[in-house]
């Protein structure tokens, strides 16, 4: 047994298990935020049920969006399709990172890819929520999604980080090495 390798290994091995266990949560929870969409109406109205409890301002925005949704619904059905598509997005980009999870150094693009979306949240959710008279709660509240969805990602990214340097290292004392 070659004992001068095993901390590294021991190191990759529980690096490994960290990035795929925070991939696994970041999926999850992009998929939970994503399938979300497909009820909207049903939501809306469980959260209308509460809404004697929560600040006016947020009470009177929710019951706007709430008569907005079931207004579309019964008029224009085939506009709520487009929060199908939303959360068919969602499970899509999800899926993206199962090649984070299987090969974290090969496939780290993708998370930097992930990063630069969630900083885009802010720029569209700044730039176009005036536009549509969304109000400044509410745009946080999108932000939000971005803020709280990059923080594990700069997480992982330190972490592979760490890891390609173990790689680079063996790499480079291998006796193989010219």
């Known amino acids: 047994m070659d004992f001068v390798n095993t901390p590294k290994k021991t190191t990759e091995s529980l690096l490994l298990r960290k990035i795929r266990r925070m ?30 409890s929560l600040p006016d301002t947020l009470a009177q925005w929710l019951a706007l969006i709430t008569a907005a949704v079931d207004d ?3 008029k224009y059905p085939y506009l709520i399709y487009g929060y199908d598509w939303l959360a068919y997005a969602h499970i899509i980009i999800a899926l993206f990172f199962t090649g984070v999870y299987r090969d974290p150094i090969r496939n780290a693009w993708v998370l930097r ?5 969630c900083a885009g949240v802010f720029v569209l959710a700044f730039s176009c929520a005036q536009i549509r008279g969304i109000p400044l709660f509410w745009t946080l509240v999108d932000c939000s ?34």
Do not use: C
């Open 23 to 52: 991939i696994l949560l970041f999926m999850v929870l992009l998929v939970l935020s994503g399938i979300t969409a497909f009820p909207v109406q049903t939501e809306l109205h469980w959260m209308m049920q509460y809404a004697g």
């Open 72 to 74: 579309t619904a019964g």
């Open 113 to 117: 890819i992930g990063m630069i979306a």
């Open 145 to 178: 999604f971005g803020f709280f969805g990059i923080i594990p990602l700069i997480i992982v990214q330190r972490w592979i980080n760490q890891l390609e340097n173990i790689h680079v290292q063996k790499f480079t004392n291998s006796p193989h090495t010219l």
